[in-house]
């Protein structure tokens, strides 16, 4: 698959994966039964409630640059995304630290404490992180843990970093949905 179908493919993908999001439920207590979100086991094994989900669409950054053992690859830069209600409004915004920035003014950056394999090829990992730090008092801020899910796109290039791209980045298209758990 070229660069290009791929591009197109996760282009498709996200407009999908946008027009679902009136699926969503951004409510307290939200579960399969009730319409839509069920976060797996192990991304939540406190049993925390959901305060909010947003779907976040964008992309996560690579730069070329050597890894801790030398080696050159596409190392993660962070996430660059915007965030969405289940009405498609916007909330926010996604990006390094991992920082979840509301437009209510709240932000909280999280650490991540445990993953899974996405269950779609090329998409970046299912995340369980953990609040490290707020700042304000907007929605975000009551959040205990977020949790990383229904990932498509994101994954690094497969190739391309060499020595003549050092500091190159490249963004890959990504969506994810983002649950914020009490």
Not at 32 to 61: F, Y
Not at 93 to 98: E, L, M
Not at 165 to 179: C, D, L
């Amino acid at each position: 698959m070229t660069m290009f179908s791929t591009f197109v493919s996760l282009t498709r993908l996200t407009a999908m994966f946008a027009a679902g999001t009136s699926l969503l439920i951004a409510a307290d207590g939200a579960s399969a039964k009730d319409g839509i979100v069920e976060v797996p086991a192990t991304l939540n094994p406190n049993k925390l409630s959901i305060l909010r989900v947003v779907l976040a669409t964008g992309a996560q950054v690579y730069t070329c640059s050597r890894n801790p053992a030398g080696a050159r690859g596409w190392i993660l830069k962070g996430p660059d995304a915007q965030l969405f209600d289940s009405q498609n409004k916007p909330v926010g915004k996604h990006f390094a630290g991992p920082t979840w920035e509301g437009l209510d003014g709240g932000k909280v950056v999280g650490e991540v404490k445990a993953s899974m394999p996405a269950p779609v090829e090329r998409a970046i990992p299912w995340l369980l992180l953990r609040i490290k730090s707020r700042d304000g008092s907007g929605a975000f801020t009551q959040a205990q843990a977020i949790v990383r899910m229904r990932t498509t796109g994101g994954t690094a290039p497969g190739g391309g970093c060499d020595e003549a791209h050092a500091g190159q980045e490249v963004r890959v298209p990504y969506t994810a949905i983002y649950v914020f758990l009490k």
